[in-house]
């Protein structure tokens, strides 16, 4: 499969190169696992990324760099931990808008410049309906975290329905997901990481560096 193939071109660069980062890679995530976190989501993965799941349990959490542009995989036990922080977050935030909204005075000045109410821009089951890679401006129980950059951003997996069903879009502090995706899909990332690699090239803006052992990503 080419999650395998990609996975394989990484982690061998990263012995050559990197060994650091290749030390911190995790051994594959047992299916019992995989499976308790998935239920957890409540959505069914894409193929590659139970694939990816299934090859490495993402890396440790040590000064080792990062395996993808920005960001280090999670193992799965975070994977997890990650998504019902950001559902009771989300749920937190979506009780104070309708508290807001029981204020008379808010809810006249938004009737008289035409507006709706304000969780509106959040409706849950309006935003879940919307195909993959469409902004949510929220986190959604379809966005499946996999990924971090150890300062509070996130790489995840839209299992929404659509054409772009398994997009992988970051979910930045202040933005949101309002960048819209970065790939296609988990397979895809993980061939342009390797190639890059393999290539001394470029992922986006993104260059690979090597520090201490520790592969990094510079941006020129």
């Known amino acids: 499969m080419e999650v395998d193939e990609s996975l394989h071109r990484i982690t061998a660069w990263c012995n050559r190169h990197a060994p650091a980062t290749a030390a911190a890679i995790r051994p594959p995530a047992s299916a019992d696992v995989l499976s308790t976190v998935q239920a957890t989501t409540g959505r069914r993965w894409p193929d590659d990324l139970v694939a990816f799941y299934g090859s490495?349990?993402?890396t440790e959490r040590t000064p080792a760099g990062y395996l993808f542009p920005?960001?280090?995989?999670?193992?799965?036990?975070?994977?997890?931990?990650?998504?019902?922080r950001w559902q009771t977050?989300?749920?937190?935030?979506?009780?104070?808008?309708?508290?807001?909204?029981?204020?008379?005075?808010?809810?006249?000045?938004?009737?008289?410049?035409?507006?709706?109410?304000?969780?509106?821009?959040?409706?849950?089951?309006?935003?879940?309906a919307e195909p993959a890679g469409?902004?949510?401006s929220r986190f959604l129980p379809a966005f499946v975290p996999f990924a971090e950059d150890?300062?509070?951003?996130?790489?995840?997996?839209?299992?929404?329905?659509?054409?772009?069903?398994?997009?992988?879009?970051?979910?930045?502090?202040g933005d949101a997901d309002s960048h819209g995706p970065l790939w296609p899909s988990v397979t895809a990332m993980l061939a342009a990481v390797a190639h890059a690699l393999d290539t001394d090239g470029r992922v986006g803006y993104w260059r690979p560096i090597v520090e201490s052992g520790q592969l990094h990503w510079d941006v020129p």
């Open 134 to 136: 469409a902004t949510a």
């Open 56 to 58: 490495c349990d993402g």
């Open 70 to 84: 920005g960001y280090c995989p999670d193992p799965l036990s975070d994977v997890g931990r990650h998504w019902t």
């Open 89 to 128: 977050s989300w749920a937190g935030v979506v009780i104070a808008l309708e508290d807001d909204e029981t204020d008379q005075e808010e809810r006249r000045v938004r009737r008289a410049l035409g507006a709706g109410p304000v969780t509106e821009i959040y409706d849950l089951d309006r935003l879940m």
């Open 150 to 173: 150890q300062s509070g951003d996130d790489l995840f997996v839209d299992t929404r329905s659509g054409p772009q069903h398994g997009c992988v879009t970051e979910y930045l502090k």
